[in-house]
């Protein structure tokens, strides 16, 4: 059963603590992606991985951190310089090979914190 | 700010009748186009995508146009089912370099039966 794993489904956190949100993927895929999503808004990129060992800051990349150190996982820290944590995120993975441009998305995570 | 967007946060539809969901973009150089479908609580699923040598692309019950003069995206779903009530997503790849996807803010398609 090939797909993108994200866990635990529900996070809840106090503020000032980090947390790191897992992602793993059996899909083979090279490039991993990590998205915020608000009530009523669209996603907005956070990080992203072309290849192994190498990460690129996406459009809000503030108080993230992120690792690559396996094709199959690529882990989002949310520190507690993040002003506001409280949001669904989402990790996606693409093939990266070709000229294939669609995102595989897993089913997220939601982080409150209070 | 974002260069894909939705011209109506919310459809509602009958059952049965076709549903139109539009998009507007404001980039020229974007070369591909992606339609996601979210159901509540869940990650974004692939429903078609286009890119921008094609003008129209069908898939089972549902089409993507795309009209580059006006830089305007749809999706149009044929008889609509309550299965189908969803947010929707347009999505932009801006530049062939680069692999990153911009996505518009969401349609709301509420299915009355």
């Known amino acids: 059963d090939g797909g993108i794993t994200q866990s635990p489904k529900y996070l809840f956190r106090k503020e000032g603590q980090n947390v790191t949100l897992s992602c793993e993927q059996n899909l083979n895929h090279d490039a991993m992606y990590w998205y915020r999503q608000d009530p009523g808004q669209g996603l907005r990129l956070i990080y992203y991985?072309?290849?192994?060992?190498?990460?690129q800051k996406g459009d809000i990349a503030e108080g993230y951190s992120v690792s690559r150190e396996k094709k199959e996982s690529f882990p989002l820290t949310v520190t507690s310089a993040q002003k506001n944590p409280t949001a669904f995120y989402l990790c996606a993975s693409r093939v990266g090979q070709g000229d294939s441009y669609e995102q595989y998305f897993g089913p997220g995570t939601r982080l409150t914190v209070t | 700010g974002e260069s894909v967007g939705l011209h109506l946060p919310t459809l509602s539809v009958q059952e049965g009748d076709n549903s139109i969901i539009n998009c507007a973009y404001s980039n020229s150089a974007s070369d591909y186009f992606i339609w996601y479908k979210q159901e509540s609580g869940k990650g974004p699923q692939f429903i078609i995508d286009i890119r921008s040598n094609m003008d129209k692309r069908q898939g089972q019950r549902v089409t993507v146009l795309l009209n580059k003069t006006v830089k305007h995206l749809s999706l149009q779903i044929a008889a609509t089912q309550p299965g189908d009530s969803a947010v929707y997503f347009c999505?932009?790849?801006?530049?062939?370099?680069?692999?990153?996807?911009?996505f518009g803010a969401g349609t709301t398609v509420t299915v009355r039966a």
């Open positions: 999505a932009e790849n801006r530049s062939s370099n680069d692999y990153k996807l911009s």
């Open positions: 991985s072309q290849i192994v060992n190498d990460f």
